[in-house]
């Protein structure tokens, strides 16, 4: 019983020390925020404390020649602000009729793509489940009679591969067409056509 107790201490002794030694996790942070040295452009992390806040984020890559120019034009001391009107006779704003049309009429386009192949699933799933059916129909028409197991086991050895094979043929469609609806799904998604269930 003594050795007992005498662990215990010991235990809560080990435990009191290691709780007493270890930093918080904010002290930890600070410490690594002192210590930092200097770090190469290749190597910058970037966190809230070094975030550019006036500046904006600069795009990989060339410019848009519509940006290109506006930052020529802003970055020359005696460039006159752009007048307003000008930009609008050489930019019209595209109608929204217009535009709005232009999308329904694309959703449109994918919907009934979607629906052609929804179409074409359904029928693969029906025409594999009568090929079920008709299976398992002659299976149980083949094995109900044992005269007729024995004399055509042949026959039904060949038939019934024929029809597994079948099968197969007809699962690998409906997983291909189900495969083509779902990229059709995805291509509509991204093309930005929305999805009525």
Not at 16 to 26: D, E, I, K, N, T
Not at 57 to 85: I, K
Not at 154 to 163: G, N, V
């Amino acid at each position: 019983m003594k050795r007992m107790v005498w662990m215990a201490i010991g235990v809560l002794l080990v435990f009191a020390v290691g709780g007493a030694s270890a930093q918080s996790l904010g002290e930890v942070a600070r410490s690594a925020r002192k210590s930092k040295t200097h770090q190469s452009a290749a190597n910058h992390q970037y966190d809230n404390d070094n975030l550019p806040k006036n500046d904006h984020l600069s795009v990989v890559g060339p410019a848009p020649a519509s940006d290109a120019n506006a930052v020529a034009q802003s970055t020359e001391p005696d460039a006159a602000a752009p007048d307003p009107a000008a930009q609008a006779a050489q930019n019209p704003a595209p109608d929204p009729k217009l535009a709005a049309a232009e999308r329904q009429r694309a959703a449109d386009e994918w919907k009934d793509k979607i629906d052609t192949q929804k179409k074409k699933v359904d029928s693969l799933n029906r025409d594999l489940e009568l090929t079920q059916r008709e299976y398992r129909l002659r299976a149980v028409a083949m094995y109900s009679d044992a005269g007729n197991r024995l004399r055509n086991a042949a026959m039904w050895d060949k038939e019934d591969a024929d029809f597994k094979k079948q099968l197969d043929e007809k699962q690998k469609a409906v997983a291909a067409a189900k495969q083509e609806l779902d990229d059709l799904q995805e291509q509509a998604r991204k093309a930005g056509a929305r999805q009525r269930e």
